[in-house]
């Protein structure tokens, strides 16, 4: 029992005054004498032992009375909390991620946790809501009830430890609060673990809402497999997590217009390929039909008109095997004399190579830092009878660890980073660690701590490495010197360095990711590129260089699709996004571990459980009654009690 006025208790001290009283209180009895006192012996012994009690019965009683007209103006109550008209705050995190998507008992889990919210919560009663893309702060939900009836499923999940913190900093310094977290989710298992640590200051209660059904088909991935002259094959991935599900019916559209269907059986993962001709427009789209999660039954993507790399060569041996790398159909391939060389023409190209050339000019190597600047990349090969001195400076402005003195030792390249973006799309199907090493008899030793190695030497010295736009190789590569030129990585070698130089696209992005491609567009100053679909416009993030843009996107578009990128009216190209897969995997964590936390299947029951743990039994009206019955009670003794 506790008091809301308990300082009103020190009046019980004032008890002690009667009870002094009466202990202390003596009277004087007169003596009369009479002959025969044996009857009047007996009739003052049973009076004298009547009045005794009934003093007794009195003082209790008043005391009682007292005691209990002072408890009740201190106002006792009970409560299992230890505060009394306490200000109560309460924040609720609602989940609104796409795996909400899936069916409870009574439809979508978001959509009936937002129908329980409506019905649970009173009108007039405030509290500050989270979603993964919203907050309302100190509202009501009659405020906000359109906003709930209208809440999209979105493609950003907020850390359950990100959304923890953030519901708790919601609230506000005041003590003497009753603050309670409310977590409305189904808890799908993310990679990081979700850590509740104990907290004195709020209560978390969490409800933990499950579907019916976990299984789920999605398609996970497109890409292209086979290619030549006349068509491409999409192989299209689908995935599931449950037992195998036959005849799942695959389309492809292009606009809307259906091209192909396919049937698959999918038991955890399923493949099919569609092809189409070469070198077409695609604005295209996989589309499924599964009851379960539907942000996966779709992906969509898209194939530009082919853009070419711009590469100039600059080299006085020939370059004969790089005109052979950079065809026609898919590079703007110019190779020139240095003594010929006219800085302007760097303004057009992507990609500079200097291809064995004696000397670098301070000329040369100021306007190629320039043009790396401007998002230029540049490859350098040496020659063994170049300019160590030209060759360093022009390392040293690229700000790359300088060459050492020309070794005529025999080197084999023996190491592949297979992780580097060069070798990472598909140019190795497994891991080699025997293969025919390329050999150099002479190099250029190197010990390049700021840069990425591609390729090694057997005693880990780098013969290829990457330094921001600058690729360097430590030897010369010509016929004389090395037999690089002819085993089959140095096409892929070369050929990535300039597709990489001019990053047009893939078929998608996703969403959420730090994304980047490259726009060969001339620009006019102050434009800026748009995507556009429908009405959605976006202006995204990018970086304008002398022949092409460089567009980065994240978190937006926030909606998936195929999207025109335009320079004011006229369309560029089209690119594509699509939502993560990773809400597509409908594992959940196991709430039985976690400790000290109120746990329920069910919104209703939270707030039973909330309302019941503050609730305040107020006693002060029984102390009342109390008072009354022991006021009758000491009447009914003076009266009757002889």
């Known amino acids: 029992m506790q008091f809301k006025y308990p300082e009103l208790l020190y009046a019980l001290f004032l008890l002690l005054i009667p009870i002094i009283v009466h202990l202390f209180q003596l009277r004087k009895f007169q003596k009369e004498y009479f002959t025969n006192v044996a ?62 998507q899936a069916k409870g008992d009574k439809g979508e889990l978001l959509k009936r946790a937002i129908q329980d919210l409506i019905e649970t919560i009173p009108e007039t009663e405030t509290f500050s809501l989270i979603t993964n893309t919203d907050s309302y702060k100190n509202t009501t939900i009659k405020a906000i009830k359109n906003e709930l009836l209208q809440l999209e499923y979105s493609s950003k999940q907020l850390i359950y430890n990100a959304a923890l913190l953030k519901a708790k900093q919601s609230f506000s310094n005041q003590a003497n609060t009753l603050k309670n977290v409310i977590f409305i989710s189904d808890f799908q298992q993310k990679n990081t673990d979700f850590n509740i640590d104990s907290d004195s200051t709020s209560t978390l209660n969490l409800v933990n809402l499950k579907p019916v059904n976990k299984a789920n088909t999605t398609i996970d991935s497109l890409y292209v497999s086979s290619q030549d002259a006349n068509n491409l094959e999409l192989t299209v991935v689908l995935k599931n997590n449950d037992t195998a599900t036959s005849n799942i019916p695959v389309s492809l559209y292009n606009n809307d217009n259906l091209l192909s269907k396919a049937s698959v059986e999918v038991n955890g993962q399923g493949t099919t390929v569609f092809s189409l001709p070469n070198n077409q427009i695609i604005k295209g789209k996989i589309t499924i039909d599964d009851t379960q999660l539907q942000f996966d039954n779709t992906l969509y993507f898209n194939i530009n008109k082919p853009t070419k790399t711009n590469i100039l060569a600059i080299s006085n041996s020939g370059g004969n095997y790089l005109r052979r790398i950079f065809t026609e159909d898919e590079f703007k391939f110019t190779l020139i004399q240095s003594n010929t060389l ?63 003195d020309l070794l005529t030792t025999q080197k084999r390249i023996t190491t592949i980073n297979y992780s580097h973006p060069l070798y990472t799309n598909g140019v190795f199907e497994k891991r080699v660690d025997n293969f025919q090493y390329p050999k150099v008899e002479r190099y250029y030793p190197q010990n390049n701590v700021k840069a990425t190695n591609v390729l090694q030497f057997e005693d880990g010295k780098s013969f290829l490495s990457q330094n921001g736009n600058l690729y360097l190789f430590s030897a010369p590569i010509n016929d004389t010197n090395s037999n690089f030129k002819n085993i089959n990585l140095i096409v892929p070698t070369f050929y990535n360095i300039a597709k990489q130089s001019l990053n047009t696209g893939t078929l998608y992005y996703t969403i959420g990711q730090d994304n980047n491609y490259h726009v060969a567009i001339n620009l006019q100053q102050d434009a800026v590129l748009t995507l556009v679909k429908g009405e959605n416009k976006i202006i995204p993030e990018q970086n304008y260089f002398n022949n092409k843009v460089v567009i980065k996107t994240n978190d937006l578009p ?66 009342v009654i109390l008072a009354l019955a022991l006021l009758i009670l000491e009447m009914l003794i003076l009266k009757y009690f002889k």
């Open 39 to 100: 009857v009047l012996k007996k009739i003052q012994l049973q009076t004298r032992k009547s009045a005794v009690i009934k003093k007794w019965l009195t003082l209790l009683t008043r005391l009682l009375l007292l005691a209990a007209i002072i408890i009740a103006f201190a106002q006792p109550f009970t409560s299992k909390t230890d505060t009394f008209n306490a200000k109560k705050e309460m924040v609720i995190y609602l989940d609104n991620s796409f795996s909400m």
């Open 342 to 404: 006219d800085y302007s023409l760097f303004d057009a190209q992507n990609l500079v190579i200097l291809d064995e050339i004696e000397t670098i000019p301070e000329s040369l190597t100021t306007a190629l830092k320039v043009f790396t600047d401007n998002g230029g990349y540049v490859v350098l090969i040496p020659s063994d009878k170049g300019n160590l001195k030209d060759y360093n400076t022009f390392l040293q402005r690229f700000n790359t660890t300088p060459f050492g």
């Open 558 to 623: 926030e909606q998936a699709g195929v999207y025109d990128l335009k320079n004011k009216t006229e369309i560029i190209q089209n690119v594509s996004y699509n939502y993560d897969r990773s809400e597509s995997d409908l594992t959940y964590i196991n709430l039985d571990n976690y400790k000290n936390i109120t746990v329920s299947d069910s919104i209703a029951n939270i707030f039973d459980s909330i309302n019941n743990d503050s609730k305040v039994n107020q006693l002060w009206k029984w102390f």
